[in-house]
């Protein structure tokens, strides 16, 4: 994959509000079909809301291959959406994630649209201990893409995740951009749920616990989900950007999912 390389960038819209986004990695023999999956999974979540759909392709130039492992995986099994976020605070606690910092993040993900949230497809860059949002300028939050499973991985990944009752593409997804996110220097947490209230599940990553699943942390009220990452106090965030929206970035090695 690594002579040449082409990234796949789906992003879907209902006015201003994101509905779905996603990108992928591939060879040029590869372009039709992986644009092809990303558009079916586009039409499949705007469930006819669409107003603007874009899937564009395009040649990755003077890229520096890095390879990495997908993190551990492990399940949370709690009962409602109250249970995995109070489990998620005392995780992201010991992270080094403090009360103020999760509360900001909470407070941005479960907003909704009539009291001002927006649905954006990047991330929002949260200061792990002040709780400040470091990147209200930018609306679309910042892009983390560019990064893939290796070919020979992507069945056995989704198989794994299936064995286990979850749905593989979707939690596949997450769980390769948590690769990419922990590769960032200076970061300590992260914590995402959909902006779709038929899909209740979320996740956490940290360096230490890998990448966590629950099967709830969403309400099923009208919320605009996202993601965001808790970052140090000392974070340089045109170097995060960089490294998040454009450094190349392979997954050749699963880590234990379980």
């Not at 927006?118 to 930018?138: C, K, Q």
Request: aromatic residues 8%.
């Amino acid at each position: 994959m690594e002579d040449k390389l082409y990234g796949i960038k789906m992003l879907a819209r209902k006015g201003h509000f994101h509905l779905c986004g996603a990108e992928r990695l591939c060879v040029y023999e590869e372009i039709d079909k992986i644009s092809q999956d990303l558009l079916q999974r586009a039409v499949i979540k705007g469930k006819g809301q669409i107003d603007s759909l874009e899937v564009k392709a395009a040649k990755i130039d003077h890229f520096n291959f890095r390879s990495s492992s997908l993190p551990d995986f492990i399940q949370l099994r709690v009962k409602s959406f109250r249970e995995g976020r109070n489990t998620a605070k005392n995780l992201l606690s010991q992270a080094g994630v403090s009360e103020k910092a999760y509360f900001m993040a909470e407070n941005l993900l479960k907003q909704s649209p009539e009291l001002g949230g927006t649905s954006i497809p990047g991330a929002f860059l949260v200061d792990s201990f002040s709780g400040e949002l470091l990147n209200p300028e930018m609306e679309d939050g910042v892009w983390i893409g560019r990064v893939d499973l290796a070919n020979s991985l992507e069945e056995r990944v989704r198989k794994r995740l299936e064995s286990l009752g979850l749905d593989g593409r979707k939690i596949r997804d997450n769980l390769v951009l948590a690769a990419k996110i922990m590769g960032m220097g200076g970061f300590v947490g992260e914590i995402n749920w959909s902006n779709d209230s038929a899909e209740q599940g979320g996740s956490i990553t940290t360096s230490e616990l890998g990448f966590a699943y629950f099967p709830y942390l969403r309400s099923n009220a009208n919320e605009v989900g996202g993601r965001v990452l808790f970052v140090r106090s000392w974070l340089d965030l045109n170097s995060a950007i960089q490294y998040l929206e454009s450094e190349v970035l392979l997954i050749d090695n699963i880590g234990n999912i379980r």
